[in-house]
């Protein structure tokens, strides 16, 4: 806004000119596929319209009334249920894909991530895709189960980096089999080693130097990129709750290695915590949209939520609050797992009016508003 007051008209356009060329050529995968950049600059555009709502797994199971579960219904997602609409973005988890395993961790069929993945993007929807990935050196061992220093014994180790390129190389099939009606390759964002300011999955601050971090980070991701010409990627970097910005660069990999930043927070203990939750979010938010100023990055809250929804209004108290004005392209609510794991509103929950006045408030865009973007195309110009 501020621009159009300004005396220096000229300057300032040669700046909005600078301004756009860097956005245009801030994305880290020079190869990408055309839909693959169209959706990066598309997601920094619809964040000029609202923060696009995702539930982790939305299409693939959810709760019913009674908190029974159903299971691979088609075109079903709890929050079309509850507001009409799909999420405008969709979570998926390849974990155990490693393990050749049909299913992925939570027992999602490989094949069914994959169907949702297509069905999503044909609506004009976006796809992220999360990994948690058993122990590399010792596949009995889970992401969560303790394991000191894994990522330098593969760095360090030929033989287990070898085995480790045959993870990678199941990922880069799998991200390369996601294909549309035309044959042409799906976008996703793919958000690696998540988590990692904290201490609970392998690859936690505690397992590894910020250095084996970031040479594992790189590995992986030039492995996918250059070595198996996977062009199909944004890959998002996304920490835990972070204290200030040197916390949350002590393991950044750098600008040329990371498209969109991001990171998780879960509200736990309200009400009591909620005006802690809300001013400590909101100053995460502030910090990674300050940082993405200078590279154009995309920002997203990349895993949030409230188990059990335990509060009726957390959607316009809590959840409003922390995402108007904020610049956000997006934000992903958790899986609707279990009757005592869930995060989205389902029939007969208690917070369904509440998410639905925050729909009305066209902060969050679902599947319509979405699809309107043209996120996968050229901007529609309206
Ligand atoms: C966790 C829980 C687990 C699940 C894992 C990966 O937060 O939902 O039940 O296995 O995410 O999806």
């Known amino acids: 806004m501020s621009l159009f007051k300004s005396p220096f008209p000229y300057f300032l356009s040669f700046s909005i000119i600078l301004s756009a060329i860097t956005l245009s050529t801030a994305q880290i995968d020079k190869n990408a596929t055309q839909a693959t950049k169209n959706l990066y600059s598309g997601l920094k555009r619809s964040a000029l319209q609202g923060v696009i709502f995702g539930q982790q797994d939305a299409l693939a199971y959810g709760l019913k009334a009674d908190k029974s579960r159903w299971v691979s219904d088609e075109d079903r997602s709890d929050i079309k249920t509850v507001s009409g609409e799909h999420p405008g973005l969709v979570g998926y988890d390849l974990g155990h894909i490693e393990l050749d395993s049909?299913?992925?961790?939570?027992?999602?069929?490989?094949?069914?991530?994959?169907?949702?993945?297509?069905?999503?993007?044909?609506?004009?929807?976006?796809?992220?895709?999360?990994?948690?990935?058993?122990?590399?050196?010792?596949?009995?061992?889970?992401?969560?189960?303790?394991?000191?220093?894994?990522?330098?014994?593969?760095?360090?180790?030929?033989?287990?980096?070898?085995?480790?390129?045959?993870?990678?190389?199941?990922?880069?099939?799998?991200?390369?089999?996601?294909?549309?009606?035309?044959?042409?390759?799906?976008?996703?964002?793919?958000?690696?080693?998540?988590?990692?300011?904290?201490?609970?999955?392998?690859?936690?601050?505690?397992?590894?130097?910020?250095?084996?971090?970031?040479?594992?980070?790189?590995?992986?991701?030039?492995?996918?990129?250059?070595?198996?010409?996977?062009?199909?990627?944004?890959?998002?970097?996304?920490?835990?709750?972070?204290?200030?910005?040197?916390?949350?660069?002590?393991?950044?990999?750098?600008?040329?290695?990371?498209?969109?930043?991001?990171?998780?927070?879960?509200?736990?203990?309200?009400?009591?915590?909620?005006?802690?939750?809300?001013?400590?979010?909101?100053?995460?938010?502030?910090?990674?949209?300050?940082?993405?100023?200078?590279?154009g990055k995309p920002f997203a809250i990349t895993e949030t939520g409230l188990e059990q929804l335990t509060e009726a209004n957390w959607w316009t108290k809590i959840v409003q609050p922390i995402i108007q004005n904020s610049g956000l392209s997006y934000m992903l609510v958790w899986r609707n797992g279990r009757p005592d794991h869930y995060y989205a509103p389902f029939e007969g929950n208690d917070t369904v009016e509440d998410f639905k006045k925050l729909q009305q408030s066209g902060n969050i865009l679902l599947e319509k508003k979405v699809a309107s973007e043209n996120l996968y195309g050229k901007p529609t110009g309206k």
């Not at 049909?102 to 994959?114: E, Q, Y």
């Not at 991701?221 to 890959?235: A, D, G, S, W």
Request: charged share 25%; hydrophobic share 30%; glycine share 6%.
């Open 102 to 295: 049909a299913n992925n961790l939570d027992g999602v069929p490989f094949a069914r991530i994959k169907a949702d993945i297509r069905k999503n993007y044909e609506h004009g929807g976006v796809n992220t895709i999360s990994w948690h990935p058993n122990n590399p050196v010792d596949f009995s061992k889970t992401s969560w189960d303790k394991a000191d220093f894994t990522i330098r014994k593969i760095l360090s180790d030929e033989k287990n980096k070898k085995n480790f390129e045959k993870t990678l190389d199941k990922l880069a099939d799998f991200f390369l089999s996601l294909k549309g009606p035309k044959g042409e390759l799906i976008p996703v964002i793919f958000r690696p080693y998540h988590e990692h300011t904290g201490s609970w999955f392998w690859w936690g601050a505690d397992y590894c130097t910020p250095q084996e971090y970031k040479q594992f980070w790189t590995f992986t991701v030039e492995y996918l990129q250059k070595t198996r010409k996977v062009n199909n990627l944004l890959i998002a970097y996304s920490t835990d709750n972070f204290r200030n910005k040197e916390h949350y660069l002590e393991r950044y990999p750098g600008d040329d290695l990371v498209d969109i930043l991001g990171f998780d927070t879960y509200h736990r203990n309200p009400p009591k915590s909620d005006s802690a939750f809300i001013s400590n979010a909101t100053r995460m938010v502030a910090t990674i949209r300050d940082l993405g100023k200078p590279s």
